[in-house]
């Protein structure tokens, strides 16, 4: 089956045609670093870390770009209340924000662009947009004239005319259309700034994204992607200028946008102090676990992280583990992902449904007792999971990375259980049944196998 992605900018599932099959141009919003990244952050990096690792799994060279928005008022301001430098704060988050992504097990970007680094060809586009008379200056500023581009609101499907009438702020005095953004305006002595023609300031958000991606992916780019949030207006900014500055009809051929977080059901917010860390619940749960719970719902839809679907992946992926553990003695090779799985992720991302075929593979090498089949399975299992970035450890490592009970409490479960075998095989049932019942109360779960018991935490 080929790729298909439902496509924002036509509301629309599409067959995947790139521009050059050779060379996959996908570009990724990524953090404004001002703090610590939360799962809501997450989500697009998890999920289109598996967009990545389809592509190339499909194409010879997929060329993945995700930023790092390193100037910006959130970080200003951010510095002036803790007194430390702009580039300190940027600099410690941006590396707080790769190595917490890493542990969810999503790669590197090919590309890294951090928006300071590319001012000179901000200042250009900024140069060619007014020049083709698509921006005008105006006390020290630089805005995009909306009413110069005929497809203004495209991707949000939004009408000039209404935004005019739905104006709620107060528009500033020298912009010619409430709609207008800004692509440059002045700093303040105390703010960062670079000399340009117009003024020593620094650059809007939108024409960030649309510098970068043209330098390092070209004009025109297979797939741009990124949260729902991000459709009005940073993507819809970025294909007015894209598209005027290089007088091209399209920007990005292909638009993918996930869907929101839900805490236990209620949307994230710092409103509702409902705001989770990447750390934080890594520390808590470990990083496939989360990436699970991330990946559990289809991309454009909301995921809910709540105590019920963290518990949910735990025992999933425990049991798969313990599988892969049962397993460990059946030497395999590299293998291909299994047609269904790739087919799943073939249509538009739907990794509900890989991860079921994930599950159905687990289940069949459980069963299995034939080594020729348990191979078979145990590398198409592997390969596929590979394709999702789950089940990445070995499944000792998984089980000692789990959450350990202190030591003297794990002399008394070993005591139990020792005691149970014992009672087992005395054929003493009743005591044995006990055990096991207390061994619950204390969340202990144990599994009886050829090899003896073995247990661990709830």
């Not at 200003?76 to 007194?83: K, M, T, V």
């Not at 993918?256 to 102090?273: E, P, R, V």
Request: proline share 5%.
């Amino acid at each position: 089956m080929a790729l298909h992605f439902h496509n924002t900018l036509s509301g629309e599932k599409e067959l995947f045609i790139p521009l050059d099959p050779e060379r996959i141009t996908v570009y990724l919003c990524g953090p404004t670093v001002y703090n610590y990244a939360h799962i809501g952050n997450a989500r697009p990096a998890v999920v289109f870390d598996v967009l990545n690792r389809l592509l190339r799994h499909h194409y010879p060279q997929v060329v993945f770009v995700r930023n790092i928005t390193d100037v910006d008022d959130k970080i200003n301001q951010q510095a002036q209340q803790s007194g430390e430098s702009i580039q300190t704060i940027s600099a410690r988050y941006a590396k707080a924000y790769n190595e917490d992504i890493a542990s969810l097990y999503v790669l590197p970007p090919d590309v890294e662009p951090f928006a300071t680094e590319h001012i000179a060809e901000m200042i250009a586009m900024i140069t060619n947009l007014i020049d083709l008379g698509h921006a005008y200056e105006a006390e020290g500023h630089v805005l995009f004239d909306v009413t110069t581009y005929n497809d203004y609101g495209q991707l949000s499907k939004r009408d000039l005319n209404d935004m005019r009438a739905g104006a709620r702020v107060e528009v500033a005095g020298y912009k010619r259309h409430p709609g207008d953004f800004v692509l440059w305006k002045p700093s303040t002595p105390d703010l960062p700034g670079w000399d340009s023609p117009w003024s020593h300031g620094r650059p809007g958000w939108h024409i960030e994204c649309s510098a970068m991606a043209a330098k390092h992916l070209g004009e025109v780019i297979d797939i741009h992607c990124g949260g729902q949030d991000l459709i009005f207006p940073h993507h819809e900014n970025e294909i007015a200028q894209s598209c005027c500055s290089h007088q091209q009809q399209l920007f990005a051929r292909y638009w993918l946008h996930n869907g929101f977080i839900t805490m236990s059901d209620q949307k994230m917010s710092k409103s509702l102090g409902n705001i989770e860390l990447i750390r934080d619940v890594v520390k808590q749960y470990g990083g496939e676990v989360v990436r699970w719970v991330l990946l559990s719902a289809h991309y454009r839809q909301s995921v809910n992280w709540s105590e019920t679907t963290v518990n949910q992946a735990q025992k999933t992926i425990d049991r798969i583990y313990r599988t892969l553990a049962d397993c460990q003695h059946i030497k395999i090779s590299r293998g291909k992902p299994d047609p269904e799985v790739i087919a799943a992720l073939n249509d538009d991302l739907n990794t509900p449904m890989a991860f079921a075929r994930i599950n159905a593979l687990a289940k069949q090498l459980q069963k299995a007792d034939d080594p020729k089949q348990q191979a078979l399975l145990k590398r198409s299992l592997m390969a596929s999971a590979e394709l999702l970035g789950v089940l990445q450890l070995e499944p000792k490592k998984w089980f000692s990375n789990k959450q350990s009970p202190a030591d003297d409490l794990k002399v008394t479960i070993e005591a139990l259980i020792k005691e149970r075998e014992s009672a087992r095989l005395e054929k003493n049932w009743h005591r044995s049944d006990e055990i096991r019942d207390q061994l619950d109360k204390m969340g202990v779960i144990i599994e009886d196998s050829a090899e003896g018991a073995r247990w661990h935490l709830k």
